[in-house]
């Protein structure tokens, strides 16, 4: 069973920068991909990126802006946002899946953080 912690989300003003980090448990991190995901009230969760085999993939409306990294020595992935617009507010999960290959689709992601709140105002 892995855990996942978010940290990182607050207020923001349109055009600035926030990094999210999420911590996970267990010792075969590195053989998993990992993701961020987010979900606005009354819409449904939606990819943001993910990180795996070959690299890294990011959803169109994020692409430019924020970049995904991780860390396989303290099992950490972070989520840096940056350009942050309001229509980026949304509460930010954290995403593990049991195989290095990333996917877009947030039912094939096995393990979730509890998420972390962005809000993008002024």
């Known amino acids: 069973q892995v855990q996942l912690v978010e940290s990182g989300g607050g207020l923001v003003q349109p055009g600035g920068s926030l990094r999210l980090s999420c911590a996970a448990s267990?010792?075969?991190?590195?053989?998993?991909?990992m993701g961020w995901f987010r979900q606005a009230p009354g819409k449904e969760r939606e990819f943001v990126a993910a990180i795996g085999r070959g690299g890294s993939i990011y959803a169109d409306s994020v692409k430019g802006r924020f970049g995904i990294s991780r860390d396989n020595a303290k099992n950490t992935v972070d989520l840096q946002m940056n350009s942050l617009k309001p229509e980026d507010t949304a509460v930010y999960y954290c995403?593990?899946?049991?195989?290095?290959?990333?996917?877009?689709?947030?039912?094939?992601?096995?393990?979730w953080g509890q998420g972390t709140q962005i809000t993008v105002s002024s």
């Open positions: 267990g010792r075969t991190f590195s053989t998993y991909a």
């Open positions: 995403a593990g899946r049991q195989t290095i290959v990333v996917a877009r689709t947030p039912e094939y992601w096995n393990y």
